[in-house]
């Protein structure tokens, strides 16, 4: 694939634009933008140029000619002469490099100059040495902080985002239900309890010709190679970084087999010893009596019954409550992704996004959503292209003229994510605020902050009176960025009294509040929204991660905001 390897070098060329004197904005945001395009395209830019031509690039969002060009170039040599270029100047692994925790492109050129840092091997050498601290901007905090965010990429490592793994999952049920050689096909494993990483993807399969649904897996485009092949259990490595064991298994012990392989662990060695204390044995083909005769097997959810236990969704399989509830049949009934009916955080061309209003709206009408609410970023996210206070203006006229020309296909709800600077005012005037239906506001910037300066911005903001949602309230990113430090349960009480809703952003880099958070925030008795921060149309498919954290969350349909129709939901803001 093309597509990864330039989205790769765009963003590369990018870090590097930033550190030369000479280059514009514009030009920066560019590549950024363009990467993302290509990340995202289903299919390769070598069969658009063979198809289309070069025209064929340009008609994509956010692609010009010159980038056009680009992308031709390497496409047919392998190579970008400019990449190159900047490479020889800069001779330096941004790509792994930005991924930690604490560094931009400034930052890594600064520990290039003075450490002849060029990898993230360089780094962890340099740090061990305790060479940072003395660097003029960096510092003996900054060096901790970068051994943090060294250690946080690292235990990333063989983990990968739910938003990758399900997918992927889903291509190879896919080809496997289509491959007439099952029965039957179902996902385990953490894919299936929509953990927010996961180690490797687990599919169990019914068929009476195991040896040739192995094979059949082998041969897939998505696997790279086999690391064991036998009729009961296959692991492919995929080319995804990950790996994937496939199980074949007989109809009669199928949700016995279900039940051990969608996990948790944790809640399975519970499981099984309510079993024993029932004079019962459970494994992974059946729940046994003491002369060893099956009592339950086939069924999942008679294995359940057996014991005594409702039914738990494999979302809340983790061990955190969800048995002795079961026990008591007062599981709550979870959230569902039908349930939510509009989507209150979405960006368009206004900001950073790569569609226009209107685009993003007809597509979230096809998805069935009957409102979206606009959140355009405010004027102090520069990168991200922030709307100033004249910009804002014309983003609410525009969206006015858009629903009277929509007519109630689809509500188009005005709002703007709005910045919480660092003393916690807005980044935008009462003036704009009293313009919006709501308030969607987040922090961006200065997120070092200490935990009490944290809490402190936060609360300004929150009994200011002047925000309706809190979006990505911890503003981390798996595997890159430890959430910011603020007191939870200080916030979650302000949230409570100032009837402010908790965003559970969709995001699979975010999905922020995170299950935990959330199980939290609930004992607060408070609101939350479940949106997915889209910036192109097919983000706006997201929301089933956010949906999968709210369930692992033990949300119900009335915890979240957004299952409100869209009259009742505005009264809720004007309140
Ligand atoms: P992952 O792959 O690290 O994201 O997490 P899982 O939960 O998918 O774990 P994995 O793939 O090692 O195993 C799949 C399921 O199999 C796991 O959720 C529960 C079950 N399982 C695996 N090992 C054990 C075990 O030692 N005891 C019990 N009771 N269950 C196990
Ligand atoms: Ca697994
Ligand atoms: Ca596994
Ligand atoms: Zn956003």
Same mark, same amino acid.
């Given at each position: 694939?093309?597509?990864?390897?330039?989205?790769?070098?765009?963003?590369?060329?990018?870090?590097?634009?930033?550190?030369?004197?000479?280059?514009?904005?514009?030009?920066?945001?560019?590549?950024?933008?363009?990467?993302?395009?290509?990340?995202?395209?289903?299919?390769?830019?070598?069969?658009?140029?063979?198809?289309?031509?070069?025209?064929?690039?340009?008609?994509?969002?956010?692609?010009?000619?010159?980038?056009?060009?680009?992308?031709?170039?390497?496409?047919?040599?392998?190579?970008?002469?400019?990449? #190159?270029?900047?490479?020889?100047?800069?001779?330096?692994?941004?790509?792994?490099?930005?991924?930690?925790?604490?560094?931009?492109?400034?930052?890594?050129?600064?520990?290039? @100059?003075?450490?002849?840092?060029?990898?993230?091997?360089?780094?962890?050498?340099?740090?061990?040495?305790?060479?940072?601290?003395?660097?003029?901007?960096?510092?003996?905090?900054?060096?901790?902080?970068?051994?943090?965010?060294?250690? &946080?990429?690292?235990?990333?490592?063989?983990?990968?985002?739910?938003?990758?793994?399900?997918?992927?999952?889903?291509?190879? =049920? @896919? #080809?496997?239900?289509?491959?007439?050689?099952?029965?039957?096909?179902?996902?385990?494993?953490?894919?299936?309890?929509?953990?927010?990483?996961?180690?490797?993807?687990?599919?169990?399969? =019914?068929?009476?010709?195991?040896?040739?649904?192995?094979?059949?897996?082998?041969?897939?485009?998505?696997?790279?190679?086999?690391?064991?092949?036998?009729?009961?259990?296959?692991?492919?490595?995929?080319?995804?970084?990950?790996?994937?064991?496939?199980?074949?298994?007989?109809?009669?012990?199928?949700?016995?087999?279900? #039940? +051990?392989?969608?996990?948790?662990?944790?809640?399975?060695?519970?499981?099984?010893?309510?079993?024993?204390?029932?004079?019962?044995?459970?494994?992974?083909?059946?729940?046994?009596?003491?002369?060893?005769?099956?009592?339950?097997?086939?069924?999942?959810?008679? =294995?359940?019954?057996?014991?005594?236990?409702?039914?738990?969704?494999?979302?809340?399989?983790?061990?955190?409550?969800?048995?002795?509830?079961?026990?008591?049949?007062?599981?709550?009934?979870?959230?569902?992704?039908?349930?939510? &009916?509009?989507?209150?955080?979405?960006?368009?061309?206004?900001?950073?996004?790569?569609?226009? =209003?209107?685009?993003?709206?007809?597509?979230?009408? @096809?998805?069935?959503?009957?409102?979206?609410?606009?959140?355009?970023?405010?004027?102090?996210? +520069?990168?991200?292209?922030?709307?100033?206070?004249? *910009?804002?203006?014309? +983003?609410?006229?525009?969206?006015?003229?858009?629903?009277?020309?929509?007519?109630?296909?689809? @509500?188009?709800?005005?709002?703007?994510?709005?910045?919480?600077?660092?003393?916690?005012?807005?980044?935008?005037?009462?003036? /704009?605020?009293?313009?919006?239906? +709501?308030?969607?506001?987040?922090?961006?910037?200065?997120?070092?902050?200490?935990?009490?300066?944290?809490?402190?911005?936060?609360?300004?903001?929150?009994?200011?009176?002047?925000?309706?949602?809190?979006?990505?309230?911890?503003?981390?990113? /798996?595997?890159?960025?430890?959430?910011?430090?603020?007191?939870?349960?200080?916030?979650?009480?302000?949230?409570?009294?100032?009837?402010?809703?908790?965003? /559970?952003?969709?995001?699979?880099?975010?999905?922020?509040?995170?299950?935990?958070?959330?199980? *939290?925030?609930?004992?607060?008795? &408070? #609101?939350?929204?479940?949106?997915?921060?889209?910036?192109?149309?097919?983000?706006?498919?997201?929301?089933?991660?956010?949906?999968?954290?709210?369930?692992?969350?033990?949300?119900?349909?009335?915890?979240?905001?957004?299952?409100?129709?869209?009259?009742?939901?505005?009264?809720?803001?004007?309140?």
């Amino acid at each position: 694939m093309n597509n990864q390897k330039i989205a790769e070098i765009f963003n590369e060329i990018a870090s590097m634009l930033e550190l030369s004197k000479t280059s514009n904005i514009f030009e920066i945001r560019a590549y950024k933008k363009a990467a993302l395009t290509i990340e995202s395209l289903p299919e390769d830019v070598s069969d658009i140029i063979e198809k289309n031509g070069i025209e064929g690039l340009t008609e994509l969002n956010g692609i010009g000619k010159a980038l056009a060009e680009k992308i031709n170039e390497f496409v047919k040599t392998g190579k970008i002469k400019k990449y #190159q270029e900047l490479k020889k100047k800069y001779p330096i692994d941004f790509k792994n490099l930005t991924r930690i925790q604490g560094l931009g492109p400034k930052r890594i050129y600064a520990l290039y @100059k003075n450490l002849k840092v060029s990898n993230v091997e360089d780094l962890k050498k340099v740090i061990d040495e305790k060479k940072i601290r003395s660097l003029p901007g960096f510092g003996q905090k900054s060096e901790e902080e970068l051994e943090k965010g060294l250690k &946080l990429l690292e235990s990333s490592k063989g983990r990968i985002l739910l938003g990758k793994a399900l997918p992927e999952a889903e291509l190879i =049920i @896919k #080809q496997l239900k289509d491959s007439g050689l099952v029965e039957k096909v179902v996902l385990a494993g953490s894919t299936r309890r929509m953990k927010e990483t996961v180690g490797d993807l687990d599919i169990l399969v =019914i068929s009476n010709i195991p040896e040739k649904v192995m094979e059949f897996v082998t041969k897939l485009s998505e696997v790279e190679n086999t690391i064991v092949i036998g009729p009961t259990k296959t692991t492919v490595w995929l080319k995804i970084g990950i790996s994937c064991d496939i199980r074949v298994v007989s109809k009669e012990s199928f949700g016995a087999a279900q #039940q +051990y392989f969608i996990g948790s662990k944790d809640h399975n060695v519970k499981v099984r010893q309510i079993a024993i204390k029932k004079g019962y044995k459970l494994n992974e083909y059946g729940l046994y009596d003491l002369k060893g005769k099956i009592v339950a097997s086939e069924d999942e959810s008679n =294995i359940y019954e057996k014991l005594g236990m409702e039914y738990p969704e494999p979302e809340m399989r983790e061990n955190r409550g969800e048995i002795e509830l079961a026990k008591e049949n007062k599981l709550p009934k979870l959230i569902q992704l039908d349930d939510i &009916l509009g989507d209150l955080h979405v960006h368009s061309t206004h900001s950073d996004g790569l569609n226009t =209003i209107e685009e993003m709206a007809l597509e979230a009408a @096809k998805l069935g959503r009957s409102y979206i609410g606009m959140t355009d970023h405010s004027k102090s996210e +520069y990168i991200a292209r922030g709307m100033d206070e004249k *910009r804002v203006l014309k +983003y609410f006229d525009e969206i006015d003229t858009l629903n009277d020309k929509l007519n109630g296909k689809i @509500k188009i709800l005005k709002s703007a994510e709005t910045d919480i600077l660092k003393d916690g005012s807005l980044d935008f005037s009462d003036k /704009i605020i009293e313009k919006m239906d +709501y308030v969607l506001a987040s922090i961006h910037t200065n997120l070092n902050m200490n935990k009490q300066d944290m809490t402190k911005r936060l609360l300004t903001a929150i009994t200011s009176n002047k925000i309706n949602i809190i979006a990505h309230p911890t503003a981390r990113l /798996i595997n890159q960025r430890q959430p910011i430090e603020f007191d939870l349960d200080k916030v979650f009480q302000a949230t409570k009294d100032n009837n402010i809703v908790l965003e /559970i952003n969709s995001y699979p880099e975010r999905l922020d509040l995170n299950d935990e958070n959330i199980l *939290r925030a609930k004992e607060f008795n &408070l #609101q939350f929204s479940i949106n997915t921060d889209s910036h192109r149309v097919n983000n706006l498919e997201l929301l089933r991660y956010g949906v999968g954290m709210a369930k692992r969350g033990w949300l119900i349909k009335k915890d979240v905001i957004n299952t409100l129709p869209y009259e009742k939901l505005i009264k809720v803001f004007k309140k």
